[in-house]
């Protein structure tokens, strides 16, 4: 029985030692870049209601990742809001993810900032990485902009000043697609 387990243990070992690649590489084979397909998730918002990115074909969505100890993604949440609330009732869909862990940002933290602000976009906390991994997120702030194709029409990685005039010309020239 004994050298049952052991050659059971030494191939699980084995298995785990198999060259998988750069580190850096993601579990994913989509290569994210404008003019690329989006990656569908399922995932439940902040309110427990379920998100499937594929049910919201045929809108323009804006994936925005972000930090709560970032202040620039903080400002950013409230220009990306105003575009959510003039664009929404045209098809435009802003969808914030917060890349904290319990241990970087309790959830407490982060519904106080969400209410404080009176925030109206579809809000998801992505504590285990997964929709980050699967966009292949390096740093907060990032942003993926889907036309209603499903396709990634703008990447934006590194701040930005969602308030701008071109921003909002960007998703305009989408919505009339």
């Not at 060259?19 to 870049?33: L, R």
């Not at 809108?59 to 949440?77: G, I, P």
Request: proline share 3%; hydrophobic share 40%.
């Amino acid at each position: 029985m004994k050298k049952i387990f052991l050659f059971i243990a030494a191939l699980l070992f084995l298995a785990g030692c198999k060259d998988t690649g750069s580190n850096n590489e993601s579990k994913f084979a989509v290569n994210i870049e404008a003019g690329g397909p989006s990656v569908d998730f399922l995932y439940r918002d902040m309110d427990n209601k379920p998100f499937r990115l594929s049910e919201y074909k045929g809108k323009v969505v804006l994936l925005y990742f972000w930090r709560m100890k970032c202040t620039d993604c903080q400002n950013e949440l409230k220009a990306i809001d105003a575009l959510h609330r003039k664009y929404r009732d045209r098809g435009f869909l802003a969808v914030s993810i917060g890349a904290d862990s319990m241990h970087s940002a309790p959830l407490n933290k982060v519904v106080e900032f969400f209410d404080r602000e009176g925030f109206t976009f579809v809000k998801i906390r992505d504590e285990d990485g997964f929709v980050a991994e699967a966009y292949q997120v390096m740093r907060a702030p990032e942003a993926y902009l889907i036309d209603k194709e499903g396709k990634i029409a703008h990447v934006q990685k590194g701040t930005a000043d969602w308030a701008a005039p071109d921003k909002a010309e960007l998703i305009e020239k989408l919505l009339s697609k």
